[in-house]
């Protein structure tokens, strides 16, 4: 692929990656030009390529534009690209760069250049009437563009502030060749499919409403009847290793979090204080802190050790808007949390221990796509990280050590660790999109000493344990999003919201569909009765497509007669029947064994 560099040289780019980039960075001046020329008054901001394509943030002043734009910019784009218009950079010095921007009335691109530093070269692209401050590469002509589409249009703050205009970010994707956008535009119409939230609408999982706050999604019956099953499903197995589970408040003091160095490092994505008799209160962002006292509260030997202590912890996050989606990433979530005080010797056994409950988790829900990863500092960063090189050192090889001799693999990863310490996080890939990071296991020398936590070692000294801070489903929130994408909806019989229901062929059935649910009820499985007047033929297909029951069972004059049941699974056409009894028999089968 020939480009074009800033100093108006021409090469050729080999590489696969560098290419996309360059192709996209390309559209994007495309998609400006041809906005410019439907819409004069636009004024630009940024307007980069990314992993996923491209997109521009446009004020657009008093016009207002929706979706149903995208189409005609769209048309207007394939213009300027049969055009073939030339792409030239030419760079000038500030001064003249500001009247050349000011002069066209761009003021975001005026300011932008005002934050560069003095010695920066403000180098600019022009492709026809349209002129764009950047740094470059770009293909040399605009007939090197064969493949694109706009995808939609979302606000977008200038520089990413609050307290900034909200700007109108237009975003597309481009390829090489149109099979690998047609490809790629399949793979967006299945995410589409798997979406958390149109799925959630859909079976009444869980809603959301302005009036109660962005990112504060609500779990309705259903959704919450899912929920529960999972928090049952993780305390069962943790109180099968010795975990001992604790319920402790939303809120702390800022001098809590001032201890523990939240405060210091994560303020910024907290809730605001709140002030109260004096005291400054804050919604917790995590719950190591509480937990820190609890050990606290009373004096340990070495006998006690470990001791784990886990929680299903409601906690808070001032998450951008732009950034929310359902209950995937919301301000307010369920952490699967728990912590670990363990003596040094005993790190090796716990993590361990951790990452075969991960495994184990993992299998029960047929998770095989994952990878392991050892989350480091990076050294240079002096802002997010707690400064003590000696106990990083310590912490990151203790980690790497224990992780090698388990005979995990893995790879590392520089700064990506917790503020306190670093990590192993297991990052799933989805059906669709990109890995997300389900659990964690962090090893932690730093807060304990920030506590001042102490046990009686065998010796008659005062040590300090170690923490081990573990997430296994992450939070219930995104892990069940996660399962919801993976499945479309359709849980397996244990998860499901509804495990069977009962259709009646007509009203003439009803007290013996009564009497098949009342039986399946008592039984502990989740039915429900369907006692509408609606063909039958339109219940089991709602039953099937929408509430995505596992089981219906058909009720006629056959069944009624005959005191039997015939049953439809959801992914299947065909009926079997069966008496009651053997129906509940096989349920409970395939719900006490998670099948």
């Known amino acids: ?85 030339p792409v030239k950079p030419f760079v000038l010095p500030r001064e003249e760069a500001i009247e050349l921007m000011q002069s066209r009335g761009e003021k975001y691109k005026v300011e932008h250049i005002g934050d560069l530093p003095e010695d920066a070269v403000i180098s600019f692209y022009q492709q026809g009437e349209y002129v764009d401050m950047c740094v470059g590469p770009h ?41 690998e956008l047609d490809e790629y535009m399949k793979e967006l119409k299945e995410a589409e499919l798997r979406d958390h939230r149109r799925i959630g609408r859909e079976m ?70 709140m002030e109260v008799e004096g005291e400054s209160f804050v919604l917790r962002p995590m719950n190591c802190p509480h937990h820190m006292m609890i050990y606290a509260h009373k004096a340990h030997s070495y006998r006690d050790l470990p001791i784990r202590i886990g929680e299903i912890a409601h906690d808070f996050r001032f998450e951008s808007s732009g950034t929310l989606k ?3 990433r919301g301000r307010h979530f369920c952490q699967n949390d728990a912590h670990l005080f363990v003596t040094p010797d005993q790190i090796k056994d716990e993590v361990g221990k951790v990452v075969d409950l991960i495994f184990d988790v993992y299998r029960d829900f047929g ?24 106990m990083w050192d310590k912490a990151e090889s203790a980690l790497r050590e224990v992780l090698v001799s388990l ?46 936590l102490k046990y009686t070692d065998r010796d008659g000294e005062k040590k300090t344990p170690v923490v081990l801070h573990r997430a296994i489903l992450g939070s219930l929130d995104r ?14 019989v244990w998860l499901a919201p509804t495990q069977v229901k009962v259709l009646r062929v007509s009203e003439r059935f009803a007290d013996y569909s009564e009497k098949v649910c009342t039986a399946l009820r008592d039984a502990g499985i989740r039915a429900e009765l369907d006692d509408r007047n609606e063909k039958i033929g339109y219940m089991i297909r709602e039953a099937q497509v929408v509430d995505r029951v596992p089981y219906m069972i058909i009720i006629g004059q056959k069944e009624v007669d005959e005191e ?14 069966a008496t009651v009894g053997e129906f509940i028999g096989k349920v409970l089968g395939e719900i006490r064994s998670r099948t």
Not at 408 to 419: K, L, R, S
Not at 481 to 491: H, L, M, P, V
């Open 367 to 390: 998770i095989t796509n994952y990878r392991c990863v050892l989350s480091l500092r990076d050294p240079e960063d002096k802002v997010k990280y707690h400064q003590d090189d000696e």
């Open 204 to 273: 009444s999982l869980f809603m959301s409403d302005d009036l109660v706050g962005k990112g504060l999604p609500m779990f309705l019956p259903k959704g919450y009847t899912v929920w529960q099953e999972l928090e049952n499903y993780i305390k069962e197995k943790e109180r099968a290793l010795g975990y001992e589970h604790v319920m402790t408040p939303c809120v702390g003091t800022v001098a809590l979090y001032r201890t523990s160095g939240h405060w210091d490092h994560y303020k910024a994505n907290m809730f605001p204080p």
């Open 479 to 492: 892990f069940m999003a996660y399962i919801i994408e993976e499945t479309k909806g359709k849980f397996p």
């Open 326 to 328: 359902g209950i995937e």
């Open 407 to 452: 005979g995990i693999e893995f790879t590392e990863e520089i700064g990506e660790a917790a503020f306190y310490g670093p990590k192993l996080d297991v990052n799933v890939k989805p059906a669709v999109g990109a890995e997300i990071t389900l659990s964690t296991c962090q090893l932690d020398f730093c807060l304990p000493a920030k506590f001042d």
């Open 564 to 577: 039997i049941i015939s049953v439809r699974a959801r992914d299947n056409t065909e009926t079997f029947t």
């Open 1 to 85: 692929m020939k480009v074009i560099y800033n100093n108006g040289s021409v090469g050729e780019v080999q590489d696969a990656g560098e290419e996309l980039h360059i192709l996209r960075h390309t559209a994007a001046h495309i998609m400006a030009q041809a906005v410019k020329r439907l819409y004069p008054e636009a004024d630009f901001a940024y307007g980069p390529a990314n992993e996923k394509g491209f997109y521009y943030d446009i004020d657009f002043g008093d016009t207002k534009i929706s979706d149903e734009d995208l189409p005609k910019i769209e048309d207007e784009m394939r213009r300027i690209i049969k055009e073939n218009l």
């Open 139 to 179: 293909l040399t002509y605009t007939k090197g563009l064969k493949a694109f589409k706009l995808l939609g249009l979302s606000g977008a703050y200038w520089k990413n502030d609050s307290s900034n205009k909200m700007l109108t970010r237009i975003k597309g994707t481009a390829f090489k060749t149109q099979p």
